[in-house]
């Protein structure tokens, strides 16, 4: 087969682009069932949508450029949506909380296959030997600079505080109806 073959069935490569993209998020496994908790929802959705999107490296930095339109990840956004309604979110709120969601993962996703490679450990080696050199002028970063393959708990660590703060926004708003 031809690669401009696919043209007879995909109109322009933004389309196959998409195409691509939303058979990934077919791969987010969704849940039997809802929780108890939203928030164990959302954060189920973030680390299932963390692995499908690593299974596939170029799909973190792809996300970031497009719209999500495809039935998937609009079946993916709906769960999203739902728990966030569950959780008492103003409806004001939800929209830019549901893309906060998606955009800590697509972004963190994103960050971890640019960097994974062989020469990580050697890259993640001249920046810190960079920061010592400049302590003056990065000494926080340099205190807190995270190591090689460390990805999993860094994202465990910022899905963590995320969900904190959606916590906090949800006992606000319901705490302003009462």
């Known amino acids: 087969m031809h690669a401009t073959t696919l043209y007879w069935h995909v109109a322009a490569r933004d389309d196959l682009l998409d195409l691509a993209l939303d058979e990934v998020f077919s791969e987010v496994a969704a849940p039997d069932h809802t929780g108890h908790d939203w928030i164990d929802d959302i954060s189920g959705f973030m680390h299932r949508l963390r692995f499908a999107l690593l299974r596939h490296p170029w799909s973190g930095a792809l996300a970031s450029?497009?719209?999500?339109?495809?039935?998937?990840?609009l079946a993916q956004s709906e769960l999203v949506y739902s728990a966030l309604t569950r959780g008492g979110l103003a409806a004001d709120v939800i929209p830019a909380a549901a893309a906060a969601t998606s955009n800590l993962v697509i972004g963190s996703v994103a960050a971890e296959a640019a960097w994974r490679h062989d020469e990580e450990p050697a890259a993640r080696r001249a920046v810190h030997e960079h920061l010592q050199h400049h302590a003056d002028l990065y000494p926080s970063l340099l205190t807190h600079i995270p190591s090689a393959g460390d990805w999993e708990t860094n994202f465990t660590h910022a899905t963590g505080i995320?969900?904190?703060?959606?916590?906090?926004?949800?006992?606000?708003a319901t705490s302003t109806h009462e």
């Open 65 to 73: 450029t497009r719209p999500l339109l495809g039935p998937h990840a």
């Open 162 to 172: 995320f969900l904190a703060g959606l916590r906090r926004t949800s006992d606000q």
